[in-house]
């Protein structure tokens, strides 16, 4: 690769919307640093990426552990010096619950991952997506407020409120945040809310990628 290629992070690339934005991107000709923490499901991604004649870079990393992740900002400043695109797919879904009956591990599972995480990548990858003046995105749910979402509807209300301040900080220096909103897709996030549901009448993930991405490029 050439310091030209186009570099996209997936966080959460392993399945769902984050694997079909990976292979759209791969297709389109952007090589994939691909972040989850389930290694056969990542050399899935990579191996239907490399059929179609894409390419990407696996990192079966938990993005929820600090450390990690400080060294894989580190590789990918010295491997490419930065990032056009980060897609920040990866969230915790706690099980549904009444808001008084919400179990306090689940809780903080959710507050960690989609709140206190994404705030630390944040700080990581801004320098990475300015070095090549790039995009990060991010997905909205609006669940907040809705029975028996208060887990998961709060803490991802408060991860697009995070993002949406960073949106507006950056309007000038860069780089630019951009938050889409993807119609219902079969994900394995929504099957664990709507177990019942008739998922043929969902999107496709495949289709909704191509939509986010032709808004977006």
């Given amino acids: 690769m ?3 290629d186009k570099i996209a992070l997936i966080t959460g690339a392993s399945r769902g919307l984050g694997a079909a934005l990976a292979e759209a991107l791969a297709a389109r000709g952007w090589h994939i640093l691909a972040v989850a923490r389930t290694t056969g499901a990542l050399e899935e991604l990579d191996d239907r990426i490399r059929k179609a004649g894409g390419s990407a870079t696996l990192a079966p990393m938990d993005i929820g552990q600090p450390e990690a992740m400080v060294q894989m900002a580190k590789a990918v400043t010295e491997r490419w010096g930065g990032l056009n695109l980060w897609a920040h797919t990866a969230i915790h879904a706690a099980p549904l619950s009444p808001a008084g009956h919400i179990d306090g591990k689940d809780f903080q599972k959710s507050v960690d991952m989609n ?13 990475l997506l300015r070095a090549r003046k790039g995009t990060a995105l991010f997905f909205d749910d609006k ?49 664990r809310f709507f177990p019942g549901e008739d998922r043929t009448r969902l999107t496709p993930c495949k289709a909704e990628a191509e939509r986010i991405l032709t808004g977006l490029l």
Avoid: D
């Avoid at 709140?115 to 320098?127: D, H, K």
């Avoid at 949106?167 to 079969?186: D, F, H």
């Fill in 2 to 4: 050439t310091e030209h």
């Fill in 115 to 127: 709140l206190v995480t994404t705030r630390g990548l944040i700080g990581l990858i801004e320098p």
């Fill in 143 to 191: 669940y907040a407020g809705q029975k028996f979402f208060g887990s998961y509807g709060a803490t991802k209300a408060a991860q697009i409120a995070l993002a949406r301040s960073w949106q507006l900080e950056n309007q000038t220096l860069g780089p630019r945040v951009v938050i889409a909103e993807p119609a219902p897709m079969p994900t394995a996030v929504r099957a």
